[in-house]
């Protein structure tokens, strides 16, 4: 089974970055996928950014040139660095492979203005 734990969110000002983790298990990591995604409260969760086994990525538009996600096989994790934070970003984050259906608990992000 599929597990995921994600990390580094919290509460930081407007203009500010942080750094996701996510580490996974229970599935060959360098061959899968990856995506962050993200559920803001009252809105639909989306896809925010995803990573392919060779290393491709794409990002949704609101992020772009602010985010960036990155792998690390070797400590089967993925990362999110997020930049130049906006009062908008706030959400809680989740990793997770996109045609698999296990889900993390989700870290939460609190951008202050």
């Known amino acids: 089974q599929v597990q995921l734990v994600e990390s580094g969110g919290g509460l930081v000002q407007a203009g500010g970055s942080l750094r996701l983790s996510c580490v996974v298990s229970?599935?060959?990591?360098?061959?899968?996928?990856m995506g962050w995604y993200r559920q803001a409260p009252g809105k639909q969760r989306e896809l925010v950014a995803v990573i392919s086994s060779g290393g491709d990525t794409g990002y949704t538009e609101s992020v772009k040139g602010r985010f960036t996600i990155s792998r690390d096989n070797a400590k089967n994790t993925v990362y999110l660095q997020m930049n130049s934070l906006k009062p908008d970003d706030t959400a809680v984050y989740y990793c997770k492979i996109p045609s698999r259906s296990s889900w993390g608990q989700g870290t939460q992000v609190t951008v202050s203005s």
């Open positions: 229970g599935t060959p990591f360098s061959a899968a996928a």
